[in-house]
């Protein structure tokens, strides 16, 4: 993709959808096995997960989906600057301090803020108002990603320097079809590269956390028909373990961008909304990343599934060209993914007369 100001891109100011991909910067690698030292680095990607996790409770930005690989890393991020100008002032100063503790416990984790340490961050308005914005941040979340991550591996490493390739690059999301279409680009990235055969094989990314959490939610359903049988005692039964996927955005969703106030059901502590990002259901979703999975790593193209086809045609997505896009969606689309008319709404809007990608959106979004 080539370089454009952020600006071009990205209005921090509304809520949207981002695909943002960071590239690292030297020959070792910043995770897996290095060919070069033959040193193994995959623990790495462990810090990375970890550290996407706890932003998603901390910022207000839904994590959609996400892949890390050898040398870069891929997310889908939906900034919400809406629910961030719902939060109180002790709310965006308690989140403040998750991000950027003053105090750390022994085991690097942030300790809890006394009274006064609080007040000190409120008692600013100005620089409370700033740190509102940014907890809403693209450009916040992907530095709070990698500035850490590089710290850590540098000192790993012990060397200093550059351990990222400039900035992270993004391209802005704009309707369903195109999210859908990231997001199987991005849960794909492993079999592509032939690091996984299968979707359930791809660790670390957002595909493998669905698929765990589902895992879990049947074990969770046998169990308790088990105890059931059993003739469990009521309040006998173990508390359910977090999902694995709790802290990424849900599936299902009446549309990709919230409509109207920000009232949600039941605020979850792990991630910034309850709001989905694809019109159909989880399985439908991992089916349809299978089969693509499946086609990509054959190079035969086969028909769609009966199955899986109203999906696509739901979307008003060409079936004939939907692997050829997801495989080459980086080179397909520059600086916006999406529908013909969204490209060219998103063209106006930028004082441009068309953007790259708009024959590529014909063929696959009819």
Not at 71 to 85: C, E, F, K, S, T
Not at 93 to 120: K, Q, S, V, Y
Not at 235 to 262: F, H, K, Q, T, Y
Not at 263 to 284: I, N, T
Request: proline fraction near 6%; charged fraction near 25%.
């Amino acid at each position: 993709m080539p370089a454009y100001a952020r600006r071009q891109i990205v209005d921090e100011s509304v809520v949207g959808v981002y695909h943002c991909m960071a590239r690292c910067v030297r020959r070792a690698f910043l995770c897996g096995v290095d060919r070069y030292t033959g040193q193994n680095f995959d623990h790495r990607k462990t810090w990375i997960r970890q550290r996407l996790e706890q932003l998603a409770g901390i910022l207000a930005i839904d994590v959609l989906g996400f892949a890390v690989l050898s040398n870069h890393l891929h997310v889908m991020l939906r900034i919400r600057p809406d629910v961030a100008a719902e939060w109180s002032d002790e709310e965006v100063a308690l989140r403040w301090w998750r991000l950027h503790p003053g105090r750390r416990n022994e085991d690097g984790t942030p300790a809890e803020p006394e009274p006064h340490e609080l007040a000190m961050l409120l008692a600013d308005a100005e620089a409370l108002a700033k740190r509102r914005r940014r907890l809403s941040s693209l450009s916040w979340f992907m530095r709070s990603v990698c500035e850490p991550i590089a710290r850590r591996a540098n000192r790993e490493d012990r060397v200093r320097g550059s351990f990222w390739e400039g900035r992270f690059k993004s391209q802005a999301v704009l309707d369903e079809p195109a999210a859908l279409a990231c997001s199987v680009y991005i849960d794909l990235n492993p079999i592509r590269a032939g690091v996984a055969q299968t979707p359930e094989t791809s660790e670390f990314t957002g595909a493998f956390e669905r698929i765990e959490a589902r895992r879990q939610r049947c074990e969770s359903v046998v169990d308790a028909s088990l105890a059931m049988l059993e003739g469990a005692t009521r309040g006998a039964v173990a508390e359910p373990s977090r999902a694995a996927d709790d802290w990424l955005s849900p599936i299902p969703a009446s549309g990709l961008l919230p409509r109207g106030a920000v009232a949600e059901c039941s605020p979850s502590p792990y991630r910034a909304s309850q709001q989905g990002f694809l019109p159909l259901d989880p399985d439908g979703y991992l089916e349809l990343l299978d089969w693509t999975g499946r086609q990509i790593r054959s190079d035969k193209r086969g028909a769609v599934p009966a199955g899986l086809q109203p999906i696509l045609d739901r979307l008003r997505i060409n079936a004939d060209a939907w692997v050829d896009t997801v495989t080459h969606l980086g080179r397909r689309f520059h600086r916006a993914i999406g529908r013909p008319p969204s490209l060219a709404s998103r063209a106006a809007s930028s004082g441009k007369r068309w953007l790259h990608g708009l024959s590529a959106s014909r063929r696959v979004f009819s």
